[in-house]
């Protein structure tokens, strides 16, 4: 026996088969009309445009994996320099302040208040 959600009774109702694989409000994978366009313009597949693929400036991969590949002894997280300098010890210091705030709130918060 088959079955079926009824939107009418909103029970489960006996079917026959083909509708019982064919539930109510799904509908087929493959659309039958093609979806309207969401953009004014068209747009185009970097194959099909004659000219070759512009980049937005140069390639600096090669020049990044020998900078990060030296071997020099500096921890990678610090081989740019001082904004890299910068940036973990301005990290570390923030996490040393909210340890040190979190401790200091956890010893507050264990003490019994004073009437």
């Known amino acids: 026996m ?7 009774s909103q029970r489960l109702i006996g079917s026959e088969p083909a509708p019982a694989y064919c539930p109510q409000g799904l509908r087929p994978g493959v659309p039958s009309q093609p979806q309207p366009m969401i953009f004014a313009t ?11 693929v512009q980049y937005l400036g140069a390639n600096r991969v090669p020049d990044l994996q020998r900078l990060f590949q030296r071997s020099d002894g500096i921890p990678v997280h610090l081989k740019r320099g001082v904004p890299d300098k910068l940036l973990y010890r301005t990290t570390m210091a923030l996490t040393i302040g909210g340890t040190l705030y979190c401790l ?6 264990s003490q019994p208040r004073k009437r």
């Open 104 to 109: 200091v709130a956890l010893y507050m918060a």
């Open 2 to 8: 088959y079955y079926k959600f009824s939107g009418f």
């Open 42 to 52: 068209p747009t185009k597949v970097a194959s099909h445009s004659g000219e070759a």
